[in-house]
Each structure stands twice: as C-alpha cells, then as structure tokens.
C-alpha cells in the first residue's frame, strides 16, 4: 500500500514524528482535498512499520513519548522494502469506475433517465476540470512545478473522462439495445472446468 | 440586465428540398460580464449563433436584442456601426496583416475609423502589453508564434474598447499550452476588464475556463451548465509548505 511506502519513503529521507510524517505526506500530494491521510492511519502504519521491522525509534532524538512526537527512522529492512516498490511499475485504477456502475444500475432498474445522468455527471466533470484549472493556475511554476504536474494529469483524466461521455451518449441507444449483462447462475454442484459464475443457492 | 438576450431565435440556410435547419429557437440571456463557452458536435450550429449574435447574419425568425436594443430590423448602416462599436470578433484563424507589425495589426480597426494613428498605436499597445507582448511591439506576424498572433488577434478584437467579445474556436489551431493562455487570457478579459465573452470551443479543457456552459445540438440548446468561481483550499496548502519548512 502507497501510503505506507510513502513513510519509508519519507523516514528515508531524514528521521521524523508522526505529526511530521502526516504533514510531508500531504504537500506530496499536493495538500489534504487530495489524498487525506488521518493521523490515526499514520500512527497504525508506523506501529505496523515496526513490528516488521521496517522501521524504529530514533530514541536519542529524545522528543517525548505521545505517539505524535515519537521519533522514527528506516531500517536497513525498510530500505530493501522501499527499494523493491521504487523499482516496479504501477496500474492505476482505471477500471473501477463508479459512473458506469450507476450508469449500469440505471438501466437495469429504469429507475433513472440515463441521458439525465450523463448530463449530471457532465456538469460535474467540468466544475471539477473548472476547479483543477483554477487551482493549477496559483501555483508558481518556477517552485511548484510538482503540484503543477500532478494537476495536469487530474487535467487530463478529466478531459478524457468527458469525451468519454460523449462517447456513451452516442452509444447509448446501442447499449440498450443490447441486452444487459447477466451473471450466470447454474444449479448447486460443482463447477465445471474452466467456468466461472455464480451459484444458487450460494455455498456455504 | 441581459447583455444579450434572444427569443426563439432560428435559422434555416437555403431554400426549397435543401434547406437546413442550423437554429432552432434559441433562448438564451447572458448576463453583463459573464464567460459563456458554446459547445456541442460539429454542424448543431455554434458559428450560426455567434454570427446571428454579431450581426454578421440575419436570422429566419426570432429576435436579438444587444443590451435590450433588437438588432434584427436594424438598417445595415446602424448594424455596421453597432458591430464597430460594441462587438470584438476573434477566429480560429488569426486574420493578421503579413506586412504589419502586431501594434498596427492590433490598432487596424481604430486607424480604419479615422483616429489618429498616434492614437491607435498607444490604445493597441496597451491592450498587447497587457497580454505580455509588450516585447513584441513591432514584430511581423510571421516572427510570432501561433499563441501570440492569436493575443495580437485578441489584442485587435479589444482595440475598440467593445463590450461584447465573440470567440470562435480561438484555441482551435494553437498547442495545448497556448490554448490555455488564450482561455485563460479571454477569462481575464472578462473578469479583469468587465468584457461579456462568449466563446465557442469543443475543447473541454478550453471550455472549463468559462463561468457559464451552453451546449448545442441539433441547433437546440440541450442543456448548460454553472461554474462556480470558489478556490479550491489552494492558501491553505501554501501554508502548510511553509509550515513544513523546518
Ligand atoms: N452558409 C451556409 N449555407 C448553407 N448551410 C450552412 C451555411 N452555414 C452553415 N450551414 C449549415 O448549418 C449547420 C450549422 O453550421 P455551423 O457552421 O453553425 O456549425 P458549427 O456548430 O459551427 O460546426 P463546427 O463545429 O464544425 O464549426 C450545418 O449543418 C452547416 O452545414
Ligand atoms: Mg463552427
């Protein structure tokens, strides 16, 4: 998980507490609206951290002891760890996308207009691509370049995510014609090989 | 007030077995310094409507009124003197003069008016110094980039000191980066200068500069969308980097 190689990450850079850690994390990102990390998750990641050994007190910068201002450090392991994400290639998340499964929804239950919703999330789209215009705009390119970046892509997947429905919208009629995908269900047994489905009633 | 308002405005080019609807009963109100962007496939007809609303044609039926005075009965020599005064046109393409230089370019519709060329050049180059081409004063427009001879074209559309800027597909033959200078630098005339801006573009990227979207199809107005102008918690990241900073 990101979040937690993010912390060696950031312990390898130089050794810090948790309220720090929390604080690095987000101007990485770009700030909280973006990737909100509670500092609870922090201090659950770090406890995590050391008990795999990733991580340890750094007990000689003797800062106190609430979780908040306990100091840490990467371990020789933690380097490995980090080592290995850095080295790897990354998917993002394109297929898990919450407009097309209400969309979907919609046409099943006919309980919304689709063009109605297209055109909803239309206007949604573009206020955010309003507000990632606007926002990539204050920073300064000579010292934020990072952020900058980071909001073209937001920029860019918003663009693609809007062409896309123009896309459905002229498709649509197709779409529907079509029937709607079903799961297939077969009778209690085994399955056979190579099938994938579901069972009725489910196994227990 | 409306700046602009039409009723049930409609177009229909040719006549008898191949006519085409181009507009059909457009209601539309833009507000005073409002940024509109038009949008919708190719052919729903968005050069009709700006040309409709510039004067530049008539409609087949309905009515355009520029701030509450209907333009659609108006003699030909009123109407050339209304789209003088009030409306700035910009186009895909740039339309510069090849042997001027971007101030005499910017300044043509006033020197062609009769102000002192003097005059002209100062007004011109306030409006290209403001759009960060005060460098540029007496370049030819084959020694600027495409963005830039698009600022120049802005430049011009301004020179007049009109209220109404019609832009049509003004990023379409620049890259992406100018394209969005030119959408931002159409935002600053509308918001810095107090300039009503409507801007046709299929650009969504482009369009997300505007305040306001309208989108066409079929020559209908299908549907339009607010933006609102709140900034996104962007001090507050500031302040957390300085805070950071040991
Ligand atoms: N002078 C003309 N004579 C006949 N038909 C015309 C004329 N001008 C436009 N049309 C037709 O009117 C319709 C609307 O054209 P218009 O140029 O307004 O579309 P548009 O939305 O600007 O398209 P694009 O995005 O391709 O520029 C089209 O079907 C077009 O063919
Ligand atoms: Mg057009």
Redesign the pocket.
Known sequence: MTVRHAILGLLAQKPRHGYELRAAFSVVVGGDMNWEVKPAQIYTTLDRLEEAGLVELASDLGEGDEPSRRVYKITTEGRVILDEWLSCGVTPEYMRDEFFVKLMIALVTDMADPWRLIQTQRSHLYQDLHDATRQRETYDPRTEMAQILLLDKAIMYLEADLRWLDMIETRLDEVRDQPLPEPEIRKRGRPRKGQTGSEYPPPD | MSIISTENLS?V??SGATT????EKINLKVNSGQFVAVM????????????LIGGLDKPTEGDIKIEGVSITQMPDDQLTELRRRKIGFVFQFFNLIPVMTAVENAALPVTLDGIKPADAYKRATKWLERFELGDRLSSRPDQLSGGQQQRVAIARALVADPTLILA??PTGNVDTRSGDEIAGLLRDVSKQYDRTVIM?T?DPRIAAYADRIVF?KD?KVVDETLLDRKNHGAAAVTRMIKEIGD
């Open positions: 177009k080019y040719g085409v609807t181009a507009l919708g496939p190719s052919g729903c007809g968005k050069s009709t409507l700006l040309h049509d597909e046709v299929h066409l020559g």
